[in-house]
């Protein structure tokens, strides 16, 4: 101790503790600080908005009986029904001086066409002015081939969808405006995350042997032939509400094959009902304000089929270069999902991706910061000068097809004896093509060399050009996200290629550490891009390669230039390029006129003619068919209802509530036509395993067409309801 008149003195050690014991405490304040600081950053509930965030969601099905369906390019495959509806999901962004915004729309539809683009921005142009642009607005489709056709100016696309019908052009248009517009009315402050994670038993590369063509040390930088990587972006408000999702993953939705007729948006559309679902509570499919895309992109050669191809004559494998079976040809050779049947393949591979989605949105902290960009160019993609190094310059071709297109892939063949990998002409059918649509000229047939030339769609303008030359290419900066729009399909090694170029190129002009994702099937179709190596032994996704061999690296040194623009704040010295056409098309279809709808004797239009059953056990199936009409007329009389809903009775008011609709993954809607303008409707109800016990009902919405005296048409509404039924509690009696 001190005394009074003593100085008070610390020995060395003493000194040197306390001095220990300050920077602890010092470094400990710190540490806490830190930890708090970054435990508030990494919290999505605890928000402070950098961004305006908009989402909306709007019905696009259109006409679901009679139009063909798009995507297995099968005439036969016309629509005759509904699992699910098909929507448009948008999502914008803007600053939060709301000074640039960026709009991305993804569409339950198996591509979208330059027309379809060009009515869609002509809308939001006569709403919002120059507010939505070519520049700053990604429409992307989900690639479902089980939505309606039909949505075309170019010419080939008229030979399997009967040629451009209005009512589906139109009902797509008005969806995505319609979303577009939901998405403009609830802008609110909010944040964004991003997270990425690996998808496993979803996917398979269709054409394996195109891939073993690229580079042995190319492929040993990755450990699979498909993209496995799901990139999902979160939205959230400030007050850390949730508001949506996208979600890029690359796999085509074609779990639905070609003998399918019932309109829906297949396995990724089905992982978006999942999500949509439990975020959505107590509402009914395709309501709620929480929105979930499950959009495509570098999805060229990758299946979802993943039990592989096999002979379905014999059973034995077809995996082979041509994806031919020694009995029957590549006629036989299907690919078959992981499920019992189409649509059990379809919820396993939807509901991989769905949870996949759940687990990477669940950890999402990653926070997307940092201004918004986006760059586009109309390019003609039939000319453009490729410099592959300081010495060595090619050029893109004039479109065209080849023989192996004809020949389908795993996933849906093709017709008569066209096998894939096909590097020869055939002489039959090259002198059929010669006859009715004209010969490739010799600089066409040598620029897609050694691709066999079946349709030289570039050379071909009757009655309009078959093929677009003019073509969007488009990024979008979201802060430390790009999103690249592609107008096609991208393989995997091809978008592989793609991605890291343009991240090269952000890194090389001062912006690193970019997170890049493919958009697919955006603004314009123009069918597959391979790599040139993939390209050589021309299989399906080859010989859909209609710009020739130098395909990619035209779109690399495109999209570089677009990377290096907004890089260097230098967008607005982009040439804007040439405008794309629109034809003067009107409604040119070859659709069966819309005739008056009639009854049988002694009935009306709703009558049951075949009575659910009195009694059902959830996971059994309650049918009941009723006399129908066209559902083209609620198309054609451009009206959004549901065909059907599900209505279980509550006692205690007296009252029936819907429980299901149309959009409902359990429910389908089948129309029969018959002759003499009558037709019948099945509705089938494939009972869940959690429904509740109790009465129920089904009903059925139509419009009939009824011809006037003054040779005027009108549409009339209509109803149906089957007899109630009872679900009842399956009981488990166990043995002692």
């Known amino acids: 101790m001190c005394g009074k008149r003593s100085k008070c003195s610390f020995s060395r050690l003493e000194v040197i503790l306390i001095v220990c014991l300050v920077l602890m405490i010092a470094v400990t304040v710190v540490l806490l600080v830190l930890h708090f600081l970054t435990k ?22 259109g006409p679901v009986a009679e139009v063909p369906l798009m995507g297995y390019a099968n005439p036969e495959q016309v629509g005759s029904g509904l699992l699910m509806r098909l929507y448009s999901r948008a999502f914008i962004v803007a600053d939060l001086d709301d000074s640039r915004r960026v709009v991305f729309v993804s569409a339950d ?55 451009l019908i209005r009512p589906s052009l139109n009902a797509i248009v008005n969806g995505i405006v319609k979303s577009i517009d939901i998405a403009h009315q609830n802008m609110k402050r909010g944040r964004l995350f991003i997270n990425r994670g690996t998808v496993e038993n979803s996917q398979i590369n269709r054409s394996p042997f195109s891939y073993l063509e690229n580079p042995a040390s190319e492929r040993s930088r990755y450990s699979s032939n498909t993209d496995k990587e799901m990139v ?19 796999v085509h939705p074609v779990s639905m094959n070609n003998t399918n007729h019932l309109v829906n948006s297949d396995n990724v559309g089905y992982a978006s009902y999942l999500f949509e679902q439990e975020k959505n509570k107590g509402m009914l499919p395709g309501e709620g304000s929480f929105v979930a895309a499950f959009a495509s992109s570098n999805l060229g050669d990758v299946s979802p089929n993943t039990k592989g191809p096999f002979c379905i004559n014999t059973g034995e494998s077809c995996n082979n270069p041509h994806s031919t079976c020694p009995v029957g040809g590549a006629k036989m050779c299907m690919a078959m999902g992981p499920g019992n049947d189409m649509f059990d393949s379809t919820r396993i591979i939807g509901q991989n991706i769905y949870l996949k ?63 894939q990998g096909s590097v020869e002409g055939n002489p039959f059918w090259d002198e059929i093509r010669d006859q009715l649509l004209g010969e490739p000229s010799n600089e066409t047939k040598a620029c897609h060399k050694p691709k066999p030339i079946l349709f030289s769609t570039g050379e071909m303008t009757r009655p309009h050009p078959w093929h677009p030359d003019i073509v969007d290419v488009q990024i979008a900066a979201i802060g430390s996200l790009a999103i690249i729009a592609v ?90 390029g040439p405008e794309p056409p629109v034809f003067n098309i009107g409604n040119m279809t070859l659709l069966p006129p819309l005739t008056a ?49 599900v209505e279980r009775y509550t006692s205690t008011s007296d009252s029936w509530h819907v429980v299901w609709n149309d959009a409902s993954w359990d429910t389908r809607f089948y129309w029969t036509k018959g002759s003499f303008g009558r037709s019948n409707v099945t509705i089938e109800w494939h009972i869940p395993r959690d429904t509740e016990p109790g009465v129920y009902r089904i009903r059925y919405f139509g419009h009939y067409k009824k011809k006037l005296s003054n040779n005027r048409a009108v549409f009339i509404p209509f109803e149906g309801t089957s007899s109630a039924f009872e679900i009842t509690t399956l009981i488990n009696l166990k043995v002692a």
Not at 46 to 60: H, K, Q, S
Not at 109 to 128: A, C, D, F, N, W
Not at 237 to 245: A, C, R, S, V
């Open 109 to 163: 539809i198996g591509m979208v066409s330059q027309r379809l683009r060009l009515e869609v921005l002509k809308k939001l142009k006569s709403k919002y002015g120059e507010l939505y642009r070519q520049d700053n607005v990604i429409l992307s489709g989900t690639h479902t081939h089980s939505g309606p056709g039909g949505y075309f100016q170019y010419t080939l696309f008229w030979i399997t969808s009967k040629g």
């Open 597 to 645: 709808d009639r009854m049988p004797v002694n009935k009306t239009f709703g009558d049951v003619l075949q009575e659910v059953r009195q009694q059902y056990r959830a996971r059994e199936v309650a049918e009941v068919t009723f006399v129908g009409a066209n559902p083209r007329n609620s198309a054609e009389n451009a009206t959004e209802h549901n065909f059907l809903t």
């Open 487 to 576: 107008p096609g399909e991208f393989t995997t090694m091809s978008g592989r290629r793609l991605r890291e170029a343009v991240k090269r190129e952000f890194d090389s002009h001062g912006t690193p550490r970019m997170d890049v994702v493919i958009a697919g099937l955006c603004n314009v179709y123009t069918h597959y891009i391979t790599t040139y190596e993939e390209y050589q032994v021309q299989r399906y996704e080859a010989a859909s390669t209609i710009y020739g061999p130098h395909t990619l690296s035209a779109y690399i040194q495109l999209y570089r230039g677009l990377a290096r623009a907004i890089a260097t704040n230098t967008v607005q010295d982009l040439p804007r």
């Open 357 to 419: 989605a759940r687990d990477l949105y669940e950890k999402a902290y990653q926070e997307v910061t940092g201004p918004l960009s986006s760059a586009h160019q109309w390019v003609n993609m039939s000319d453009v000068s490729v410099e592959l190094n300081a010495t060595h310059t090619v050029n893109t071709c004039k479109p065209a097809l080849g023989h192996s297109f004809a020949a389908g892939t795993i996933d849906g063949v093709g017709a008569f004896n066209f096998t």
């Open 40 to 61: 508030e950053s990494n919290d999505p509930s605890e928000v402070t908005a950098n961004y305006l965030l908009g989402v909306g969601r709007a019905d696009c099905t």
């Open 232 to 250: 999902m972006l979160k939205m959230v408000d400030e007050n850390g509400q949730e508001l949506g999702l996208i979600s890029w993953f690359a």
